[in-house]
C-alpha cells in the first residue's frame, strides 16, 4: 500500500531558502549576504518585527549559509549535504537546534540546553541555536540567565552562533540587545501585492 503524504502547509510550501527569495527586506538580507560573503558575522544576532514578516525564515537562511560547505557563500548553495537537510521538507541538522522560546522557559529545558552547549558541532562549520519568540520568555528568571551563559558562551566560542527572534525589541533587554547585532524585518507593500497575486493564482479567498 502507497504511503500517502501529509498537507503541507502553503508557508512551508513556499518559505524562502535563499536571502535572494525574500521579498520586501533588502535592508536585512542584502548586509547579511555581504557579512557572509566576507566571513564577516556576529556571534548573535536578533531579528525583530511583527508576525509574517520573516524572522524565523531569515534566522533559518542564515544558519544554512553559515554551514553550507561552499561557505563563505553570500547565499546557500542549494545542493550540498548541509543544504540539502536544512531544505524544506529535509531532515534537519543535528548542529541547527531551533527552540520554541514560549513553550521551553523551563527549568528542565534550562538545563538541558546547557548541556548541548558544550558539544561541538558535529558535521558542520557551527553549532547554531535558533531561539524564536524570545519576547514570550523573558518574564522568566531562567530565561534570562539561560541567556547571559549562551551569549557568554557564543562569544567565547567561534564555532557556536546565536540567533534570536522577537516580535517586541522593547521588552528586550538592554545589556543583551548590547551584545546582538539587531535587524528589523517591516510587512512592506512589494510582499503584500506578491502575496495577493498568489492568492489571485492558487483561487485562495483572503481578507483584504
Known amino acids: ?20 527569495e525574500v521579498i520586501g527586506q533588502e535592508h536585512v538580507t542584502e548586509p547579511l549576504r555581504h557579512a557572509l560573503a566576507n566571513n564577516r558575522v556576529n556571534h548573535a544576532y536578533l531579528f525583530s518585527g511583527p508576525r509574517g514578516c520573516g524572522k524565523t ?14 561557505a563563505p557563500i553570500s547565499d546557500p548553495c542549494g545542493e550540498c549535504q548541509s543544504c540539502r537537510d536544512l531544505a524544506r521538507g529535509g531532515p534537519g541538522s543535528i548542529d541547527v537546534i531551533e527552540i520554541d522560546a514560549a513553550s521551553h522557559g523551563g527549568v528542565d529545558d534550562a538545563r538541558d540546553l546547557r548541556e548541548r552547549a558544550f558539544f561541538s558541532p558535529v ?4 553549532k547554531v541555536y ?7 520568555s523573558l518574564h522568566t528568571v ?4 539561560l ?13 557556536a552562533q546565536l540567533l534570536f527572534t522577537t516580535h517586541d525589541v522593547l521588552l528586550m533587554e538592554q545589556d543583551l540587545l548590547r551584545r546582538d547585532e ?11 501585492s506578491t502575496l495577493v ?7 485562495i479567498r483572503y481578507d483584504k
Open 197 to 203: 497575486s498568489f492568492s489571485e493564482y492558487r483561487d
Open 147 to 159: 541567556l547571559e551563559y549562551y551569549l557568554a558562551h557564543c562569544a567565547t566560542d567561534s564555532r
Open 130 to 136: 535558533i531561539i524564536d519568540e524570545l519576547d514570550r
Open 57 to 70: 525564515t531569515s534566522a533559518r537562511i542564515l544558519a544554512r549559509a553559515l554551514n553550507c560547505e561552499k
Open 182 to 192: 539587531m535587524w528589523v524585518a517591516e510587512r512592506d507593500a512589494a510582499g503584500c
Open 123 to 126: 558535521n558542520s562549520r557551527y
Open 1 to 20: 500500500m502507497d504511503s500517502v503524504d501529509a498537507p503541507l502547509a502553503l508557508y512551508r510550501r513556499y518559505r524562502p531558502e535563499t536571502f535572494a
Open 142 to 145: 531562567m530565561t534570562r540567565q
